[in-house]
């Protein structure tokens, strides 16, 4: 069964959607961006259950992601997942960035979820390019949707229209 992907600009915190990504920092503390937007979606609740996994387990490392109940989202689960800050290309961000596409995808498909939505991870604050952010971004996913067969539809929910034609021509055939 095929896998719909796609792109949509709009606040991830309103999505129908199993799942939605925070792009989070390594405390998994409320931010700016996207971030910010989601904690304030969700209630204070996310960010206690948040300060609970740092607690628990630590930091949450580039690369990695954890998840917590959506509270007062739509969403049933938010996966917080840590994507590289940005220098240059040299500090092996693109290892990175792919790395918490496919551990975020890991950890929504373990809670056999249909759908999910992803933001434009890292390209905010953290300064990753764009354009290479979101080829990176849907190969990842394409690659790695076989290992997680109960994802029927991926979204990216993008901000501007910048990110949104940059996924479009991601998601474009050849």
Request: proline share 6%; glycine share 10%.
């Amino acid at each position: 069964m095929d896998v719909d992907l796609t792109v949509v600009e709009e606040d991830i915190t309103v999505l129908d959607v199993d799942v939605i990504v925070n792009a989070a920092n390594e405390a998994l503390r409320p931010g700016g961006g996207v971030c910010g937007q989601i904690h304030r979606a969700a209630g204070p609740e996310l960010a206690w259950a948040c300060a609970e996994s740092v607690r628990a387990l630590g930091p949450c490392r580039t690369g990695k992601a954890r998840i917590t109940p959506g509270f007062d989202l739509p969403a049933l689960w938010v996966v917080h997942a840590v994507g590289p800050v940005w220098q240059g290309g040299w500090a092996r961000e693109a290892h990175f960035l792919a790395e918490t596409y496919r551990y975020a995808l890991r950890l929504a498909g373990s809670r056999g979820v249909a759908t999910i939505a992803f933001p434009a991870i890292s390209t905010g604050i953290f300064g990753y390019p764009l354009v290479e952010a979101t080829k990176i971004a849907v190969g990842t996913v394409r690659e790695t949707l076989p290992r997680s067969p109960s994802i029927r539809q991926v979204v990216f929910a993008t901000f501007g229209e910048d990110a949104t034609q940059a996924y479009h021509a991601a998601l474009a055939p050849g």
